[in-house]
């Protein structure tokens, strides 16, 4: 990537892990238009720019979380109106995948509001994933943290993305969780790769962040061992209840900022605009595929938030003149897309946010 004042249209982009906050920072910074140039420049070398990636989210297994995550309306310890739900029966999630592959979606995830599986849960969730993936979709589950053991047990039944994110800069992270440290999140990731699985990571922005924290957060997924296959950006849904209910709005701008930085950082990873886009205009959501964004959660219901429907959705496409990313899964497993993709998560929480 040329320097912050150096770059042409056609410049060769190579992925890089040693990027620094400070020149995150100042790709932050940079004129909206001439980041917006920058982003788009650089999606056009690894995507089709109007393509954009469909996955459907089910909640498996909803509330009654253990933890603390400050934006999430799935924790016990916050009063918000979500019920302790118990893990789904097999068939009841295979008809919700049936549903969402003849919506267009090409990826099915799971999410399960826990700290971390038991063991006994893995045989159960292994099934799912098993079943969703006889029926020709991707598999992703975001369930906690695993051990190795647990990643491979999944990777073994046919799972294909993992989600784990790390949600915000590791010098904002305090703030908003405090029963798991950061280190935790990135030893689940190691395990995640170390099986093979491929890994969805983001975050979530909008939690009281300053930009310079916004620029760790990107640099610290930017500097991983391996980029992460699909980044999903959230923009805080603030839930009444969650200690971040009256959290200052992000400024628009900021959020397309964001997006577009990821691409330039990851500019072989699958950018996902994820849990806040019912709150997003149509023309700000223009403005995230024109950043970089290649990849949406389509569907009602985003774990227990809201979502755009998928009429509107399918309009807006119309509208842009975005198609669906066509994936296609063999008889052995294996994707077959457009390009790379990956991805998960939704919000509120972070397993899969
Ligand atoms: S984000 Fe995940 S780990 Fe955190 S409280 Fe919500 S469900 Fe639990």
Redesign the pocket.
């Known amino acids: 990537m040329p320097a912050v004042s150096e770059f042409r249209a056609g410049d060769a982009v190579t992925p890089r892990h040693d990027w620094t906050r400070t020149e995150v920072e100042a790709l932050l910074d940079l004129p909206l238009p001439e980041l917006l140039f920058r982003a788009a420049s650089v999606h056009r070398q690894s995507f089709d720019p109007a393509e954009v990636q469909i996955s459907t989210l089910l909640s498996v297994k909803t509330g009654g979380?253990p933890?603390?995550?400050a934006y999430?309306p799935?924790?016990q310890r916050y009063d918000t109106g979500v019920d302790a739900q118990k893990l789904m029966e097999t068939e009841a999630v295979l008809e919700k995948a049936r549903q969402a592959k003849a919506a267009g979606a090409s990826r099915f995830c799971m999410g399960a509001?826990w700290?971390s599986p038991k063991d006994r849960d893995i045989p159960k969730v292994a099934a799912m994933i098993a079943g969703v993936k006889s029926l020709g979709l991707e598999t992703c589950a975001t369930l906690?943290m695993l051990s190795g053991d647990q990643a491979q047990a999944l990777k073994d039944a046919g799972l294909d993305y993992y989600n784990h994110n790390i949600d915000t800069d590791p010098e904002h992270y305090g703030s908003i969780?405090r029963t798991r440290e950061l280190q935790d999140r990135f030893d689940t990731l190691g395990h995640v790769r170390d099986a093979g699985l491929k890994t969805c990571c983001g975050g979530i922005v909008g939690m009281g962040e300053t930009r310079r924290q916004r620029a760790g957060f990107l640099q610290t997924l930017a500097t991983m061992p391996a980029h992460p296959d699909s980044v999903p950006i959230n923009r805080l849904v603030q839930v009444e209840g969650t200690p971040l209910h009256g959290t200052a709005e992000l400024d628009p701008f900021e959020f397309v900022r964001t997006i577009a930085v990821a691409r330039l950082l990851m500019p072989k990873s699958m950018v996902r605009l994820s849990a806040g886009r019912e709150q997003m205009s149509d023309e700000l959501q223009a403005l995230c595929f024109s950043a970089g964004a290649n990849s949406i959660f389509h569907g009602e219901k985003l774990l227990t938030t809201g979502n755009p429907d998928v009429a509107h959705d399918q309009a807006l496409f119309d509208r842009l003149g975005l198609r669906v990313m066509e994936v296609t899964v063999d008889a052995e497993g294996h994707d077959h897309g457009g390009t790379v993709h990956a991805d998960i998560v939704g919000q509120?929480?972070?397993?899969?946010?």
């Open positions: 979380c933890e603390d995550c999430c799935q924790a509001a700290r906690g969780i509120p929480r972070s397993c899969v946010a």
